[in-house]
């Protein structure tokens, strides 16, 4: 299981049988809005995955970032997952309870600091527990593993480079919000932010590629949504959302379609529509 999966998912199945692998580690990458008052910290410490570490996006982050999560320099990210015990020569498998939040981010973020052999487990933990598998309350305590940070900046925008986009759009923006929050017709949860869109950016709702059971859709019904949004996934993509979260599972869904190289804008919304120099349509 030394080299990267062609498929970016794992079923509930498969992490069952290979649980117990030693080149095997497992994470909870589980993120909520603060708005929904849940706890995802104290939920995994209630109940995980057996051997699963937490993967708090909060904490893997630049912390002079005043922008909630930004990814943080290589020297943070590597000490942060070694300490996890992630590292070089194993498969990660990230899984969240809500609905690919955070677990896509967490994906993202290690194939950008050049760890590719990363996987997310499909229908997270709420399938995993529905199906009857076990999980514990134990604590976990990892053995530190060697990270070997490469860092990969064509999975990353910043906010240079979308200004640059809208004034001369050279690849497809791709917005993970609602569209009632992609239209301006919603307020955005975080306060202080305007309502609207990116100019040239397009819709694919995050929630849309996600079925009732919490799995992806079937690839035939994810091109099914990009190409109704106007996508063409032989073009260069790049996705944005609220806080560079959901952005995460467009990449991932892309992924699945055959597109490995999608950036994330990881200020997105957050930082565009929070500031006033920056226009917006909707």
């Not at 982050?61 to 320099?73: C, F, G, I, T």
């Not at 309870?97 to 290690?110: E, I, T, Y």
């Not at 999980?135 to 999975?155: G, M």
């Not at 480079?161 to 497809?172: D, F, G, K, L, M």
Request: charged share 25%; net charge negative; proline share 6%.
């Amino acid at each position: 299981m030394s080299t990267a999966s062609p498929n970016a998912l794992v079923t509930t199945a498969w992490l069952a049988e290979h649980l117990n692998a030693p080149d095997i580690r497992v994470v909870d990458a589980t993120y909520t809005l603060p708005t929904l008052k849940r706890n995802p910290h104290a939920e995994y410490e209630e109940a995980h995955i057996p051997g699963a570490v937490f993967f708090d996006i909060d904490d893997v982050a630049d912390e002079k970032n005043e922008l909630p999560h930004m990814v943080p320099d290589a020297a943070k990210f590597s000490s942060r997952v070694r300490k996890l015990g992630l590292g070089d020569g194993v498969r990660i498998v990230c899984y969240d309870n809500n609905r690919f939040s955070a677990s896509a981010r967490a994906w993202w973020m290690f194939r950008m600091f050049g760890h590719d052999d990363v996987v997310v487990l499909d229908g997270g933990l709420g399938k995993w527990r529905a199906e009857g598998h076990q999980i514990d309350d134990h604590p976990v305590t990892p053995t530190e593993r060697h990270f070997t940070a490469r860092q990969n900046n064509l999975l990353y925008r910043d906010l240079d480079q979308i200004r640059a986009h809208v004034v001369n759009p050279t690849e497809q923006l791709v917005d993970a919000r609602s569209a009632g929050r992609f239209r301006g017709e919603e307020v955005e949860p975080r306060a202080g932010m305007r309502a609207g869109h990116i100019p040239h950016s397009l819709n694919v709702p995050h929630g849309d590629l996600v079925a009732p059971d919490g799995t992806f859709l079937p690839v035939n019904l994810l091109q099914k949504r990009f190409a109704e949004a106007g996508i063409d996934p032989r073009k260069s993509i790049a996705t944005t959302c609220g806080s560079g979260v959901t952005a995460c599972t467009l990449a991932l869904a892309l992924y699945q379609l055959g597109v490995p190289d999608v950036a994330v804008y990881d200020g997105s919304w957050t930082e565009w529509g929070g500031r006033a120099d920056t226009p917006i349509e909707t």
